[in-house]
């Protein structure tokens, strides 16, 4: 049996790894970048500046992950306490904004509980169809105005209520309105929530470093990069790549979106129901100014920016997650700053430096000065898997058609679910689909995220 992998980046990796693990060795990874790591890649630029592709916060639902991390950089991860606030009418606020209302401005502070209240004094409704309408049900209208609409729209690029809401698991805080009054009249805030309060980062290297220690492990030879798939003969089981060479499969694992499987294996209906799957653009912005890291970002690591004037939906003052990332902590402090486009816009849109400076003046976070600034900027066709309404009938169309076929389809953009596309996700969705073609074990985390998210396994 030949199994072929297509994509090094996290998901990838952790199907190769797992057959590795078991002792199966007749298989190949392929991937068409020089670099292994997908979007959790890093990149040291030619001045000394580490990037990440986005704050990557290496947080884990699995056991196997938490040991197979360790493993791999033994000693070598910083533990982080999340610290994340919200910009926005030129004050910090801490998240979870719900529970830190009392940092807005009085009329702000004032319509966020009106709303609230209007919602405990509610007679009881139909479930919401869409997230615009789960949003409202959650939170009222006034957290909804001034937080969870603006931050949401910016950050899908679409209207909530053309998504579902069946993402949302662990990830959205849900209000208490008693908390809520409790700490605007105790003067309290209240941050220790969620599932990645804490996290570790790596002290070397960025999150790419995992990924590059991971590919390490793999039986020489295995590993092919600069190697694209361009053509798939799905008949005669052959992948064929952009050097001219081919490989017969087996089964045929893939990591790459599913439109552009769907394009590869050629079915015009496949095609056209993949098609119809939505998702963002992710430019980050990286900005290295000559100074050190501001006092009064030392101790955020990353901040939400819902206001429309400003082109980045989150700033992560990314130098403080690591001395390693900047040539002298003590002359430069770097930042990442993401910025969302819809799936369907011209990836060539105009350079988002200068309006990534300019909104960070205006917001008042850093002033950078454009002329001793150092910037980095990298652009992904792939950043967001959208969770639109309809995404999961067409999964339901063209999954378990493409496993018809022994291909199946994994990963961020593979599996297309958001609540499962983290990096441990994506690495477990590898692992356990090595798991079902060489033992016929079930997998969980692509069919059951409520599962997966719920704690813990
Ligand atoms: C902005 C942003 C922020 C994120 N933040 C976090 C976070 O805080 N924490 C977290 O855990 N995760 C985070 N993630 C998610 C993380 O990046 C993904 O979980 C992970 O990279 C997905 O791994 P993957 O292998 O499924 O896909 P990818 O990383 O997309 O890997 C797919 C691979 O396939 C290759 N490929 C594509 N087409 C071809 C082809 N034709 N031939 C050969 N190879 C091909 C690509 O080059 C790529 O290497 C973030 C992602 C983004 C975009």
């Not at 030949?2 to 590795?20: F, Q, Y």
């Not at 990314?318 to 990836?347: K, N, W, Y």
């Not at 493409?402 to 690495?427: A, P, T």
Request: charged content about 25%.
């Amino acid at each position: 049996m030949r199994i072929v992998i297509i994509g090094a980046g996290p998901c990838g990796l952790g199907a190769a790894h797992r057959l590795a693990e078991k002792g199966f060795t007749d298989f190949a990874v392929y991937d068409r970048h020089p670099y292994v790591g997908g979007l959790a890649a890093s990149f040291r630029d030619g001045r000394g500046f580490l990037w990440d592709f986005a704050v990557h916060v290496a947080h884990s639902h699995y056991h196997y992950i938490d040991r197979l991390m360790e493993d791999l950089l033994p000693g070598g991860f910083y533990h982080h306490e999340r610290r994340s606030w919200v910009s926005e009418y030129r004050t910090f606020i801490p998240y979870p904004f719900q529970y830190n209302i009392r940092h807005l401005p009085p009329a702000y502070r004032d319509e966020c509980i009106e709303g609230l209240r209007e919602l405990a004094a509610a007679p009881a409704r139909p479930p919401p169809s869409n997230f615009e309408e789960w949003i409202l049900a959650g939170f009222g209208r006034g957290i909804a105005r001034h937080f969870m609409f603006p931050y949401n729209r910016k950050t899908w690029s679409i209207e909530p209520r053309l998504m579902g809401y069946q993402w949302i698991g662990d990830r959205v805080p849900t209000v208490d309105l008693a908390r809520v009054i409790r700490n605007v009249e105790q003067g309290l805030d209240d941050v220790s929530w969620g599932p990645n309060h804490t996290f570790q980062f790596p002290k070397q290297g960025g999150t790419g470093a995992i990924w590059k220690a991971l590919a390490a492990r793999l039986p020489s030879g295995s590993l092919h990069l600069s190697c694209a798939l361009t053509g798939l003969d799905t008949q005669k089981r052959e992948a064929r790549f952009a050097d001219g060479s081919r490989e017969t499969y087996d089964h045929l694992i893939s990591t790459i979106p599913i439109p552009r499987l769907a394009e590869l294996v050629g079915d015009e209906v496949m095609i056209r129901r993949a098609r119809q799957l939505r998702h963002t653009h992710v430019h980050v912005v990286g900005v290295a100014p000559s100074f050190p890291i501001p006092e009064p970002l030392r101790d955020k690591t990353w901040i939400y920016v819902p206001e429309e004037q400003h082109v980045f939906y989150r700033i992560t003052p990314f130098s403080t997650f690591s001395p390693d990332h900047v040539p002298d902590p003590a002359r430069h402090c770097s930042f990442l700053c993401e910025i969302s486009q819809p799936g369907d816009a011209p990836m060539d849109a105009p350079d988002p430096a200068p309006a990534t400076l300019r909104g960070l003046r205006e917001s008042g976070l850093v002033d950078a000065d454009p002329a001793t600034t150092h910037i980095f900027h990298r652009k992904e066709e792939f950043g967001y898997p959208v969770p639109t309404l309809d995404r999961d009938a067409i999964l339901g169309d063209v999954l378990p058609a493409l496993e018809k076929l022994n291909i199946y389809s994994r990963g961020r953009f593979g599996g297309w679910k958001y609540e499962v596309s983290n990096m441990d996700h994506s690495v477990m969705q590898g692992v356990e689909v090595a798991d079902r073609i060489l033992g016929g074990a079930d997998e969980i985390t692509l069919p059951q995220p409520n599962v997966v998210n719920a704690g813990k396994r």
